[in-house]
């Protein structure tokens, strides 16, 4: 799947305004997969990585260290 920029360009730049939503799309997009989901955690996984835990932060926007966890796990 291909790389959108614009969403890539805002993860790096402004990961506190990233939507849940945005940010899941992010990942599937850097290769990660969704292995499963207990309430509000969504628990994402990636060959070359650990386990990767995506939760909603205040009002639908994931939480920006775990944007930024995902950007340099990803190393993109």
Same mark, same amino acid.
């Given at each position: 799947?291909?790389?959108?920029? &614009?969403? !890539?360009?805002?993860? +790096?730049?402004?990961?506190? &305004?990233? +939507?849940?939503?945005?940010? !899941?799309?992010?990942?599937?997009?850097?290769?990660? &997969?969704?292995? %499963?989901?207990? %309430?509000?955690?969504?628990?994402?996984?990636?060959? =070359?990585?650990?386990?990767?835990?995506?939760? =909603?932060? %205040?009002?639908?926007?994931?939480?920006?260290?775990?944007? %930024?966890?995902?950007?340099?796990?990803?190393?993109?």
């Amino acid at each position: 799947m291909a790389i959108d920029p &614009a969403l !890539l360009e805002k993860a +790096r730049l402004r990961p506190h &305004a990233l +939507r849940l939503e945005e940010a !899941l799309r992010l990942s599937r997009q850097l290769g990660f &997969a969704k292995v %499963r989901q207990v %309430r509000g955690h969504r628990i994402l996984h990636h060959a =070359t990585a650990v386990a990767l835990n995506l939760q =909603t932060g %205040r009002n639908g926007y994931a939480k920006a260290y775990q944007v %930024r966890r995902l950007l340099e796990v990803s190393g993109a």
